[in-house]
C-alpha cells in the first residue's frame, strides 16, 4: 500500500515537498516512481529511484527543479518540487516499481491514491 500527501494549492515559483510511505513491500529493495495527471490527459512520468538508490531519472519537463530521494529506514519516497509552474498542475501519484523501464506505467505494479498539487499563476 502507497499513501502520498503533500499536494495543495501554491502561487508559481513557490515549493512543494510531496512524500509516500510504503507498507506491505520491501521498500529497500523496490524502486519507486513519481508520475502525474493533469485533468483530460493521460499519466506521465516525473521522476524515479532505483531500489540501489543510485541514478534518479527525471522527465524533461522537471528536470533542475525536481528532486526525487528515499529514505528507506521510514520506508518513504519524496519529490521535492521547487520553482513550481502552472503547468506542474496535476494529480501526482507515487508507485512501486516492478520490472521494466522506468518511465513507463506498466513497469509499476502499485499506486497510491494521489495527490493534488495546484499552482496558480
Known amino acids: 500500500q502507497l499513501q502520498a500527501s503533500g499536494g495543495g494549492l501554491v502561487q508559481a515559483g513557490g515549493s512543494l515537498r510531496l512524500s509516500c510511505v510504503a507498507s506491505?513491500?520491501?521498500?529497500?529493495?523496490?524502486?519507486m516512481g513519481w508520475f502525474r495527471q493533469a485533468p483530460e490527459k493521460d499519466r506521465a512520468f516525473v521522476a524515479a529511484t532505483p531500489w540501489s538508490g543510485g541514478s534518479t531519472y527525471y522527465a524533461d519537463s522537471v528536470k533542475g527543479r525536481f528532486t526525487i530521494s528515499r529514505d528507506n529506514a521510514k520506508n518513504t519516497v519524496y519529490l521535492q518540487m521547487n520553482n513550481l509552474k502552472p503547468e506542474d498542475t496535476a494529480v501526482y501519484y507515487c508507485?512501486?516499481?516492478?520490472?521494466?523501464?522506468?518511465?513507463?506505467?506498466?513497469?509499476?505494479?502499485?499506486w497510491g491514491q494521489g495527490t493534488l498539487v495546484t499552482v496558480s499563476s
Open positions: 506491505g513491500l520491501t521498500f529497500s529493495y523496490t524502486g
Open positions: 508507485a512501486a516499481h516492478s520490472s521494466g523501464v522506468y518511465y513507463y506505467t506498466s513497469s509499476y505494479n502499485s
